[in-house]
Each structure stands twice: as C-alpha cells, then as structure tokens.
C-alpha cells in the first residue's frame, strides 16, 4: 500500500442533505452556520434536487485543510436530523467522493456515474 500525505488535500466539501420534509430544518441550520462561521466558509446554492453524485437534495459547504476539524466537529455535534457526506478535493473526484468519503449521520448510496 502507498501511503498518501494530506498535502495532496487542497480544501475539503460537506454536503447537507435534506428533503422535502426536512427543508427547513436544512435552511434553518444553513443560516445557523452562516452566523456561527460568520463567512469563514464558502455556502453553495440550496439545491432541491438532486445534483451530481448526490442522491438527495444539498447544499455544500467549502473549507481549508486547515478548518478541518473545527468545522467538522461542529458539524458533528450540530447536524441534528440532517446527514452530512464529507469529501476531501485531491483532483480525483471519483476517488475522493468514493474512497476517502466520511458520513456523520446516515449514508446514503452516491450516483458515482457522475463522475466517470
């Protein structure tokens, strides 16, 4: 096995997954993390649909390597119902989103093909 350092990670994704029944405790929570990261991240579009490999509607969230962990374990301890796919952006969408994916909540099965 050939170990990879994390300098190959550039930033790091969460995706907040959400439906119609749980769409506004997703904005609700959308907004709690505006105000608590205050624009230390970088909030994509409410999506209600599905986009890309993502089964369920979302929204992403973008952030360093660096704010890693503080914002992973807020989000860990803050996601209530909602579920949260967390992916690290090395160039290999595929491998990233598949292989070296992390879930807090439930997982859900991604649409891979997107990204062959």
Do not use: C
């Amino acid at each position: 096995m050939t170990f990879r350092d994390t300098s190959a990670i550039e930033s790091w994704h969460a995706h907040i997954y959400f439906d119609s029944s749980s769409r506004d405790a997703a904005w609700t929570f959308r907004e709690q993390i505006e105000a608590h990261w205050n624009g230390q991240l970088q909030i994509g579009r409410f999506h209600e649909r599905p986009v890309g490999p993502h089964p369920m509607w979302s929204y992403q969230l973008a952030f360093t390597h660096a704010q890693f962990a503080d914002v992973v374990g807020w989000l860990t301890l803050n996601h209530g119902a909602l579920d949260v796919f967390l992916h690290p952006n090395t160039g290999d969408a595929l491998r990233d989103h598949r292989d070296a994916a992390v879930w807090i909540g439930h997982s859900h099965e991604l649409v891979l093909k997107a990204l062959m």
